[in-house]
């Protein structure tokens, strides 16, 4: 038993060894499998760990090994299990694309055993070359197949910083000692910033002692500063001149920079919103406030007020109380327009004033800030000439400028031998027409002049006189108007006071056929068309047409409000129609020659200003002192506004102008303190007329003309 035993282990030995020896045969036949791996048994790589953002934790790399190279064998043999299950599918896909194969040579055949007979038309040999052909509506040269998306597994680990070593000890003495270093660096780099600036101090006091001195700056000149103030030598002694005015051009583009980034959203609506909710409201709109300007340039001259005489104020607390008089678009370049201001307690010689030109792309500081010892009561851009600006000071003073220089603002202005106005300007415009720069001017002396401009001269010619405030106002006329033809051999009747007015304060002549002129002028406007048809806004609230032409003026009154005008503007398609407001709370818009107003508008309060819409004949933008913004359009209806919207305020102010851009559906409101807003019109207080959509200017301008002669026909009594 126990030999037998032996034996049959022995025989299992036997067998076993030669079944090994066939698959090592068989192993030795087939190509073999290639498998690359790297691993490590070094101690200092088995420490490595990694971090685990999940676990907020460091663990071990637990998985050393990496799989280079994996080449599995492309022979497999017919007694292989494998071979044989893919032979037997092989064999099942064959036998059935045989059996469809042959399913189709039954019909082929068929097709030849049909065509038996017709040998004498083609031959079988031609008809199996046919036959043989693949068919070209179920054939398919290559094998297409969609590309599969292998998935694999990516790790990324981030590089650990780099780590030092220190050690230090930290006590109340050492961080004594540490300030006492720091402070005596602060100290020695305050005295080499305080030696280069006397040397830079001695260099231009020896150059001033060698040139000539300047006379010295009376008092109608201007302080001017730029919005990238003059860098000064003493701060850059290394620089040329040439050098200083290339770094502020950089200091002006990185001003530009941030002012971008910082009023970003801002600028995106500015030029893409468009409010969705205007679909729901019918036919009202909204306004959206925009930028809002700021006056904090006022501040960079600390103690400018000082040198001027009268009162001796900060420069800061002359700001607080400064109130903006005008607004004025360039009608040249689409983003820029100009600010007056002017002392809010007093708009006489004394106190504070300031003609500040703004741009849409910088609101925090203007491009232009001309400083006066006086209020400005008034500005206007020149309608064709982009640089040139005409401001109205509170003293009398006409003053012109060319602004397109940051360095040295050029000026024409009145004076007293000139023959300037006595008090306060109220109103200039510029004339269009003449051929050369001349403009108007109303001041509260009564008197209305013509400024011709002749080199650096201003040369006046007095229009209008009116009696001042110091004469009696008499009561209106009793047919509210009076138009007179002024001729020889005609006798026109007396006003029915027996008073008259001066015609020119070159003369006393008392002219009895003409319209006695009343109060003081306020405001003028030149009719677009023709630069000798002139409107002119009395205190009284009384509107006075005259001619510019001649001496001998042709007046006509209308008999506009009962209290003090603010606004007078003539309609930018329709030159016969022209708007007022005024302090009794109405708004009224006229028709030339005709004695009574089309519409009367009542906004409920003192009208601080009002404006037509560039874009449309028959949209009227006014403003409350009280900060309410009303837009009409009297085209869509007229018994109410399309929007009334209250201006945005911390405090109540007093609101004191408006303006609308011509070139943007922008609005701007200005008022005390400096206050000065912009907003943007809804699309339904824009909405184009439905036959204007596509069409060209003339075209457009035709439909405007026809929209304001409709309400002409459908009011005119």
């Not at 201003?458 to 009076?482: E, H, I, K, R, V």
């Not at 009395?538 to 003090?564: I, W």
């Not at 206050?675 to 405007?704: M, T, W, Y």
Request: aromatic share 6%.
């Amino acid at each position: 038993m126990i030999t037998s035993a032996t034996g049959g282990m022995a025989w299992q030995e036997r067998q076993l060894s030669s079944e090994e020896d066939e698959l090592s045969e068989e192993d030795s036949r087939r190509e073999p499998t290639v498998e690359i791996r790297l691993n490590t048994v070094s101690p200092e790589v088995a420490n490595l760990v990694h971090y685990d953002f999940t676990s907020r934790k460091y663990l071990p790399c637990e998985d050393l090994t990496l799989d280079l190279l994996t080449l599995p064998s492309k022979i497999m043999l017919k007694e292989d299990l494998l071979a044989i299950q893919e032979e037997r599918a092989l064999v099942q896909n064959t036998t059935a694309a045989h059996a469809g194969h042959a399913e189709g040579g039954d019909d082929e055949k068929l097709s030849v055993d049909d065509l038996e007979g017709c040998e004498d038309v083609i031959s079988k040999e031609e008809l199996r070359k046919l036959d043989s052909q693949p068919n070209p509506f179920n054939f398919s040269e290559r094998v297409s197949q969609t590309l599969r998306n292998i998935v694999t597994d990516e790790m990324v680990q981030t590089d650990p910083p780099p780590s030092t070593t220190f050690c230090v000890n930290v006590g109340p003495s050492d961080i004594y000692d540490a300030y006492r270093k720091d402070y005596a660096k602060k100290q020695a780099l305050a005295r080499l910033l305080e030696e280069e600036r006397e040397k830079a101090k001695d260099k231009s006091s020896s150059k001033k002692k060698k040139e000539p001195q300047p006379p010295a700056p009376s008092g109608s000149e201007v302080a001017l500063l730029a919005p990238v103030a003059p860098l000064q030598e003493s701060l850059f002694p290394n620089l040329s001149p040439a050098q200083l005015k290339r770094l502020a051009f950089t200091a002006k583009i990185l001003e530009r920079m941030v002012n971008q980034n910082t009023y970003d959203e801002i600028a995106q609506d500015f030029q893409f919103w468009e409010d969705q909710s205007d679909d729901f409201r019918g036919r009202e709109g909204t306004l959206l406030p925009l930028w809002r300007f700021s006056s904090s340039a006022l501040t960079l001259v600390p103690g400018y007020w000082s040198g001027w005489g009268g009162r001796n104020a900060t420069l800061t607390e002359g700001v607080r109380g400064l109130l903006v008089t005008d607004l004025s678009f360039s009608p040249v370049f689409s983003d820029l327009f100009a600010a007056s201001f002017s002392s809010a307690e007093t708009l006489g010689t004394e106190g504070a004033g300031a003609v500040c030109v703004y741009s849409l792309k910088n609101p925090s500081h203007p491009e232009r800030l001309l400083l006066h010892s006086c209020g400005v009561t008034c500005v206007q851009f020149h309608p064709t000439i982009a640089s040139v600006l005409v401001a109205g000071l509170c003293r009398g003073d006409v003053v012109i400028y060319d602004v397109t220089s940051s360095q040295a603002i050029a000026e024409v202005s009145s004076s007293a031998c000139s023959g300037k106005h006595l008090l306060a300007v109220t109103q200039v415009q510029w004339m269009r027409f003449s051929g050369k720069l001349s403009l108007l001017s109303a001041s509260q002396d009564g008197r209305v002049t013509q400024w011709h401009v002749s080199g650096n001269v201003l040369s006046p010619t007095d229009l209008l006189t009116f009696p001042g405030l110091s004469a009696p106002q008499a009561g209106p006329a009793p047919n509210g108007m009076s138009p007179h033809d002024l001729d020889g051999n005609k006798k026109s009747a007396t006003p029915s006071d027996g008073t008259s007015s001066r015609i020119s304060g070159k003369s006393s002549f008392v002219a009895p056929d003409r319209v006695q002129l009343e109060g003081t002028a306020t405001h003028i406007a030149l009719k677009p068309d023709d630069d000798t048809t002139l409107l002119v806004g009395a205190t009284t609230g009384a509107v006075f047409q005259c001619s510019t032409a001649s001496t001998v003026h042709s007046l006509v009154r209308y008999s506009a409000h009962t209290a003090p005008l603010t606004a007078l503007a003539w309609n930018c398609y329709n030159y016969n129609v022209f708007l007022t407001t005024s302090m009794d709370g109405t708004l009224k818009i006229w028709l030339q020659q005709h004695p009574t107003p089309l519409v009367v508008m009542s906004l409920g309060g003192a009208v601080a200003s009002a404006a037509w819409a560039p874009y449309s004949s028959t949209v009227v933008v006014a403003v409350t002192d009280e900060g309410k913004i009303f837009v009409y359009d009297l085209f869509v209806r007229r018994c109410r506004p399309l929007c009334v919207q209250a201006l945005p305020q911390k405090k109540r102010l007093l609101v004191s102008s408006l303006a609308m851009s011509p070139y943007h559906p922008v609005l701007l409101v200005a008022g005390e303190r400096g206050h000065l807003v912009s907003f943007k019109l809804s699309p339904n207080l824009r909405r184009p007329h439905k036959e204007a959509k596509g069409a060209d200017d003339q075209r457009i301008r035709e439909i405007e003309v026809m929209k304001i002669d409709r309400i002409i026909a459908t009011n005119r009594g």
